[in-house]
């Protein structure tokens, strides 16, 4: 199976940027998309971004559209989370997650990275 290990979180300004990082194990195939998304407590799992493993296409949500940027790196197994000029709306766990196919389940999870924005 696919194993997901999320880093980059901590604490920051708000209007501040952090880096997330997933590292992804084994092979991973083209069909598949990366995605980030996060869970603030009391709230269910909300979608942020995705990227095509092969096509590099993303797709974000619209509370992050212009301030968030996820890339990937094929030949590391690597999937990134630009995030600047975060708000304390942002304040979060975030997860990567790999779904095999564009509006399938998530098929794998990390353990999430905690992200706080202070105001």
């Known amino acids: 199976q696919v194993q997901l290990v999320e880093s980059g979180g901590g604490l920051v300004q708000a209007g501040g940027s952090l880096r997330l990082s997933c590292a992804a194990s084994?092979?991973?195939?083209?069909?598949?998309?990366m995605g980030w998304l996060r869970q603030a407590p009391g709230k269910e799992r909300e979608f942020v971004a995705r990227?095509?493993?092969?096509?590099?296409?993303?797709y974000y949500a619209d509370s992050v559209k212009g301030r968030f940027t996820i890339s990937r790196d094929n030949a590391k197994n690597m999937v990134y989370l630009q995030m600047n000029s975060l708000k304390p709306e942002d304040t979060a766990v975030y997860y990567c997650?790999?779904?095999?196919?564009?509006?399938?389940?998530?098929?794998?999870w990390g353990q999430g990275t905690q992200v706080t924005v202070s105001s």
């Open positions: 997650a790999v779904q095999f196919v564009v509006g399938g389940n998530y098929n794998y």
């Open positions: 084994g092979r991973i195939f083209s069909t598949y998309v």
């Open positions: 990227i095509n493993w092969g096509r590099g296409s993303t």
